[in-house]
């Protein structure tokens, strides 16, 4: 079984031969359109099988573990070796019928690694240990995670231990925790698939397996979904609403060393017609961490439950019984999102922002940026703001809509997007976009918002103001950059701006 001993030469050996078949996230899209297991999927998966070609290896391994279908004895021995097919049967990760091979274990590719988890097949229901694979969340959990050398990671709810891979990249040694065993036994069993050292694991529940350790990276993909279930260990936390997340999040706090990181993605209920920050504000308020709070979604509740239940053979019951769950706790909107922290002795700063519904790639750069940024606003004030020559970053893009008006174009709209890091908008305007034209790196803002005639709806005094209150956002997100250094402002005297605005972007 898979809790034996990974070590054995043949799980490496294994992972060579689906890499020298070009097993990888680049051939699994170009062959079936994913590099994530479709067993849960059987028509795109016949799709996908009609695609693949027999007698070829890369194509034998795709079909057997990927899509989950049964394939000859002789070709998946062809693919791998007679004695690794053996050592598979012996782990349980294939078993066999006559002279044909049924997988029983798949296998995800993402970032030049193999990851091996449980398959889900539509129709079965899940055990309660289950192991999932490379779906959205831990994908988007590795994008938000920032890449500094580090001495010592947690990775925290483990899983297939995705997160713990990574870190070896940059880490000299990386904890692995999860309170399923076989998420441990797939966690060590990864790391020698893809010839990597093997994490230490321990298993039990959240952080009682650390007592006062401390980290300097911490990433965390809980089971943080809004449930009044316990069956299901990557999903249900048997605790009630949201508090899984915000014990998660302040905790993390406490585990972190002086400057270290932590990356949770986290699930949260807020009224419907309450901010959807003032939860996650709640929870990182006096932890003594630097902040940044994304959202990606909002949910009502039947949309909510319905995501997570979508697979459950009794759907209707089981809708009913999440929507009075949620009913009774009051909850009328959920959010999903994710915390990023930062331990830092001093007043700490807390930011917001909106995530776009986009893929996201590595956005370690943008964080750093972000969490530079941030930490000089807090120690710079108004009037050393207006003194300082900001220049946009390159890292985005500005796009403007028009409407046709009387034989011409009329800008209906403008806002910057990034490109690359956080997918991250901001709503310009007419005014915002006439600074951003003349943000050069040359000129102080002060200087800059004394050439800007006011706009509809604006009076002189309230230039300055506005400038000052767009340009900390842009800045503090990272779409602008200072250039060079700044005048000296002694002797210049300050305009009354609301600090207020610059403490809690939202966006």
Not at 233 to 238: A, E, P, T, V, Y
Not at 489 to 496: A, F, H, N, S, Y
Request: hydrophobic share 40%; glycine share 8%; proline share 5%.
């Amino acid at each position: 079984m898979l809790g034996s001993d990974v070590s054995h030469p043949l799980v490496s050996q294994f992972g060579d031969a689906l890499r020298r078949a070009g097993y990888s996230e680049a051939s699994l899209r170009q062959a079936v359109g994913t590099s994530s297991s479709l067993m849960h999927d059987p028509r795109g998966s016949e799709v996908a099988r009609q695609r693949l070609a027999a007698g070829n290896a890369l194509h034998t391994l795709i079909k057997a573990f990927c899509l989950g279908i049964p394939v000859p004895r002789n070709e998946l021995t062809h693919a791998v070796g007679a004695a690794t097919v053996d050592y598979l049967v012996r782990l349980a990760l294939v078993t066999w019928e006559q002279d044909t091979l049924i997988p029983l274990v798949a296998i995800d590719a993402a970032q030049d690694l193999l990851i091996a988890h449980d398959p889900a097949r539509r129709g079965e229901p899940l055990m309660g240990d289950h192991v999932i694979g490379l779906g959205p969340a831990p994908r988007t959990l590795a994008a938000l995670t920032v890449r500094l050398k580090a001495r010592r990671v947690l990775d925290l709810g483990t899983g297939s231990g995705i997160q713990a891979l990574l870190a070896l990249n940059h880490c000299d040694e990386v904890v692995a925790t999860d309170i399923n065993p076989r998420a441990l036994a797939y966690t060590r069993f990864n790391a020698a698939l893809n010839r990597l050292a093997i994490p230490m694991t321990r298993q039990g529940n959240l952080f009682e397996p650390l007592a006062e350790e401390a980290f300097d990276l911490i990433v965390a993909n809980p089971p943080y979904v809004l449930s009044p279930d316990s069956r299901l260990r990557f999903r249900d936390s048997g605790m009630a609403g949201d508090e899984l997340s915000r014990t998660v999040v302040r905790e993390a706090a406490r585990h972190l060393t002086d400057g270290g990181f932590a990356s949770i993605l986290v699930s949260w209920a807020h009224g419907e017609g309450e901010a959807w920050q003032a939860p996650l504000a709640s929870w990182v308020r006096g932890v003594g961490c630097d902040a940044l709070l994304l959202r990606f979604r909002t949910y009502d509740p039947v949309t909510y439950a319905s995501l997570w239940i979508k697979e459950e053979p009794e759907f209707a019951e089981t809708l009913d019984r999440w929507l009075g769950y949620y009913d009774g706790l009051g909850i009328r909107a959920m959010s999903s999102g994710a915390v990023i922290l930062r331990r830092r002795s001093g007043v700490n700063w807390m930011r917001s922002a909106q995530m776009l519904s986009t893929p996201i790639q590595d956005a370690s750069q943008h964080l750093l940026r972000i969490f530079d940024a941030s930490s000089r606003l807090s120690r710079m004030t108004d009037i050393e703001l207006l003194e300082q020559r900001f220049r946009p970053h390159p890292s985005h893009r500005i796009h403007r809509t028009g409407i046709s008006r009387g034989g011409s174009y009329v800008v209906e709209e403008q806002y910057l997007e990034t490109i690359g890091g956080v997918p991250i908008r901001v709503s310009l305007g007419e005014f915002g976009a006439r600074l951003l034209e003349r943000l050069d790196g040359n000129r102080s803002l002060r200087t800059l918002a004394s050439q800007l005639t006011p706009t509809r709806g604006m009076t002189a005094g309230d230039v300055a103001r506005s400038a000052v209150q767009l340009v900390t956002q842009l800045f503090a997100l990272g779409f602008l950059e200072i250039d060079g250094s700044a005048v000296d402002p002694r002797g210049i005297v300050d305009i009354d701006v609301d600090r207020r605005e610059r403490s809690l972007v939202t966006s």
